[in-house]
């Protein structure tokens, strides 16, 4: 199996919805997947996120189902700075405090203990491991069990903040540091391969990841990657 995991484009925050040149990033994106045998299309609630698939829906000729789930994370808690933006505080702790995600636990820090995004981290975690699992894959750790024969080839839309949750937990790293280590631009483009070995247990590999090569082609400027 195959997930692609695709960010909005260029978003219009105060209408949830896309601008014209995020527009022209998403239909840019469709003509680049266009060609990668996607069979099935999900997307975020979010306005911007499903005005986004829908270019490559239309381009395809598939429905989108929408992951509730999905949809942009808030953030926040008594006490945190700057109102408990995770990407900021990710940022902090890596630069100002050196902070070793893999030997501490980033729980456990002040910036996350009671920080909302900790909690939508755990409510997508767990809800997107539900979604592999009826496709064939239980998660185990670091590892899925392949439960059935898995060939199918699926988009994801969504967003920088669950995203990040999804990859950070597929891939069993700390959020807050794929939040800001691992940024991906607009309507950028990752794959993750899961191989199809029913009985055995595997684990995704990141195959492709912040593809924006459809804006260069199209000579679109990439943007900075934000928070949402």
Known sequence: MRLIMVRHGEPDYEHDCLTPEGRRQAEA????????GISEIFSSPNGRARETASFTAKRL?????????????SWGGPGIPENGHPWTLSEWMIARENFDFY???????????????????DRVSAAFDAFLEDRGYR??????????????????????GSGACVL???????????????P??????????????PGEYVF???????????????SLPQFQPDSE
């Open 103 to 121: 030997a501490s636990d980033w729980r456990k820090h002040p910036y996350f203990r009671s920080n909302e995004a900790t909690v939508y981290f």
């Open 29 to 36: 994106a469709a003509e680049r997947l266009s060609s990668e």
């Open 61 to 73: 000729g598939l429905p989108v189902t929408v992951l509730d789930y999905m949809h942009e994370i």
């Open 204 to 218: 995704p590999r990141l195959a492709l990841f912040n593809d924006i090569s459809h804006l260069h082609r199209s």
């Open 184 to 197: 991906y631009d607009f309507t950028s483009i990752i794959i993750l391969d899961f191989p199809s070995v």
């Open 139 to 160: 998660h185990d750790g670091g590892r899925f069990l392949c439960t059935k024969q898995a060939d199918e080839t699926i988009a994801l839309f969504s967003h920088g």
């Open 168 to 182: 950070a937990s597929l891939l069993r790293l700390p959020f807050p540091w794929v939040a800001t280590v691992m």
